[in-house]
């Protein structure tokens, strides 16, 4: 039996600080994805939200999650540059019929990813309808543009 179908949308989060920048996280089925993966327990992953500026959703993640089928993706990355040494959640997204899932999800340092010490338990699978996250990512994507981030 498939997945039952998670809502994405998006969500501003205003970063803290001088700057005041704004940054995007996805609300899955209504809440932030970061918050989730903050709240894991029992899990020897490091918390998104450890460092002072959280990690972020970057242009070029929105193009590589509109075209990702079966590989690991950056969801978020490091707020300063996006080489996921610095850590970056990471996801395999791929394509089922119409519509797109997200599945284990890690925190990633490196160029392969250890399931059992940086995944996040009782996170994902999700499994979202194409359209509705083709539109998702698009206005992120247009987002991005608007603010000179792109």
């Keep these: 039996m498939p997945l039952p179908h ?8 205003v970063s803290e600080g001088g700057g005041h920048r704004v940054r995007h996280d996805f609300l899955v089925d209504g809440r932030p994805l970061l918050r989730r993966l903050d ?11 450890a460092a002072d500026l959280p990690p972020t959703v ?5 193009l590589r999650l509109l075209s990702a089928d079966g590989t690991r993706q950056v969801i978020h990355s490091c707020p300063d540059c996006a080489d996921p040494g610095c850590g970056a959640v990471t996801a395999v997204v791929l394509r089922e019929g119409g519509d797109v ?7 990633q340092t490196g160029p392969a990813v ?17 359209a509705g996250y083709r ?5 992120l994507l247009a987002s991005a543009e608007r603010s000179g981030v792109a």
């Design 135 to 139: 539109s998702v990512l698009l206005r």
């Design 39 to 49: 709240e894991i327990e029992g899990a020897d992953v490091v918390s998104p939200l």
């Design 58 to 62: 970057r242009a070029e993640h929105a």
């Design 101 to 107: 899932v997200w599945r284990d999800f890690a925190w």
């Design 6 to 13: 998670t809502s994405l949308d998006l969500t501003s989060v």
């Design 114 to 130: 250890d399931l059992v010490h940086e995944g996040y338990p009782g996170i994902g699978p999700y499994r979202f309808p194409a």
